[in-house]
């Protein structure tokens, strides 16, 4: 999957997020996810924007967890997934990632 991909796939299930007021930045090595909830409608951008929640990891990591094939909890224990910031915003995200 390609950041692109990925882009456009944050920017549909966005959509059905509420506003948090808070914003959320995944970060891959292909570059950075900036999802702001803080609006009415959220927006989605590459831009390497200041966030409440900084998730970092790979977009593989991350596509095996929305396959099911790894569990969230464990992708974080092991250091695949690395959490900065807001954890209640981070636990909240399964819905936005599906």
Do not use: W, Y
Not at 4 to 31: C, D, N, W, Y
Not at 47 to 62: F, G, P, Q, S
């Amino acid at each position: 999957m390609t950041l692109e991909a990925i882009t456009e796939q944050f920017t549909k299930t966005a959509a059905r997020v509420p506003a948090l007021g808070k914003s959320v930045k995944f970060v891959f090595e292909q570059g950075p996810v900036h999802i702001d909830l803080t609006n009415e409608q959220a927006v989605v951008t590459n831009e390497d924007k200041e966030a409440n929640c900084v998730i970092t990891t790979k977009i593989e990591t991350l596509d095996a967890i929305r396959r099911g094939e790894m569990n969230a909890m464990m992708a974080v224990m092991s250091g695949k997934v690395k959490i900065r910031g807001d954890m209640e915003l981070a636990m909240q995200l399964p819905s936005l990632i599906k």
